[in-house]
Nanobody, 122 residues
């Protein structure tokens, strides 16, 4: 089992920045690829970004490319999402997830956090 706990959400004005964190405990963090998803009210949960075991390979949804940056610190068992140039349409609950590989991450992650709310005001 892997337990994931997100933090860092909040209310920010458009154009601002936030950094989300996801603390992992349980099985070895460095054995899992990690990612961020988000779910806006009335919409399905969508993939935001993913990162491989070492942190050298990352990918992003087109809607956040160039504005968000995912990273991980395997020594601290923590995943991050640096969000910049935030827009009102980024408002959502943000979830971190863990999976055995990047394909599984995009389709059916093994573990989910409880989510953290991000609200961007115009």
């Amino acid at each position: 089992q892997v337990q994931l706990v997100e933090s860092g959400g909040g209310l920010v004005q458009a154009g601002g920045s936030l950094r989300l964190s996801c603390a992992a405990s349980g099985r070895t963090f460095s054995r899992y690829v990690m990612g961020w998803f988000r779910q806006a009210p009335g919409k399905e949960r969508q993939f935001v970004s993913g990162i491989n075991l070492s942190g050298r390979i990352t990918n992003y949804a087109d809607s956040v490319k160039g504005r968000f940056a995912i990273s991980r610190d395997n020594a601290k068992n923590t995943l991050y999402l640096q969000m910049s140039s935030l827009k009102p349409e980024d408002t959502a609950i943000y979830y971190c997830a863990a999976a055995e590989d990047l394909v599984v991450l995009r389709t059916n992650p093994n573990y989910w956090g409880q989510g953290t709310q991000v609200t961007v005001s115009s």
